[in-house]
C-alpha cells in the first residue's frame, strides 16, 4: 500500500469543505481529475456532494405557467377513423 501525499490531501479536503466540486478541484489545483476524484472518495467520505451555497440576494426558482390556448382535439387511431369511413360511405 501507498502513502497518501498529505500536502495535495490537505488542500483538497481545504477545498472540498468550502464546497467545491471534483471538476471544480481539479481545475483550482491542477491535479488530476481522477487523483482529485480518488482522493475526495477515499479520504474524504465522497459519497455525499459538495454543497452549493446560495447568497441571501439569489433569485428562487419559479414555476412556469402553463397557458392553454384552445382544448386539444381528442385524436382517433387509425382503425376508428376507418370504422367512420366505412359508416360515412354506407350510409344513403
Known sequence: MYKPNLGRLSRIRELRE???TIDQIAAATGYPRSSVGYYVNRHLGGKTRGQKRFDEGSVEPQIPRVIYLAEPEPR???I???LRSIEHKERP
Do not use: F, H, S, V
Request: charged content about 35%; glycine content about 12%; cysteine-free.
Open 76 to 78: 382517433i387511431d387509425r
Open 80 to 82: 376508428e377513423a376507418y
Open 18 to 20: 468550502q464546497g467545491l
